[in-house]
């Protein structure tokens, strides 16, 4: 398992921008391939992004265009930058490591805390 530590809480208004961050603690971080996916209230949990461990990005429809997400493995981190967000845009975002052994999205995997991101209109 690999410990995630996402950035804080954000509260931002509608059209705005935040990028949020998070670190991994393992040694092999740059072999993992790292996402997002986020959970708005009373709804399942949805896939937003991830990069795989080459640097490839892939993203869902809805956040295509708007959201970016990259990684620094010199500092075990995967970012995403949200531009231009909308209200149903507010959700609890969490990281996500995925790898051979424990595939991206899967229970087994390692996720984050999860950070709330607020975007009021």
């Known amino acids: 398992q690999v410990h995630l530590e996402e950035s804080g809480a954000v509260l931002v208004q509608a059209g705005g921008s935040l990028r949020l961050s998070c670190a991994a603690s393992?040694?092999?971080?740059?072999?993992?391939?790292m996402g997002w996916f986020r959970q708005p209230l009373g709804k399942q949990r949805e896939f937003v992004a991830f990069?795989?461990?080459?640097?490839?990005?892939n993203y869902s429809d809805s956040v295509k265009v708007r959201f970016t997400i990259s990684r620094g493995d010199a500092k075990n981190t995967v970012y995403l930058q949200m531009n231009s967000l909308k209200p149903e845009d507010t959700a609890v975002y969490y990281c996500?490591?995925?790898?051979?052994?424990?595939?991206?999205?899967?229970?087994?995997?390692?996720w984050g805390q999860g950070t709330q991101v607020t975007v009021s209109s």
């Open positions: 393992v040694s092999t971080f740059s072999t993992l391939t």
């Open positions: 996500n490591a995925g790898s051979l052994s424990r595939p991206l999205g899967a229970q087994a995997s390692s």
């Open positions: 990069i795989s461990s080459g640097g490839t990005p």
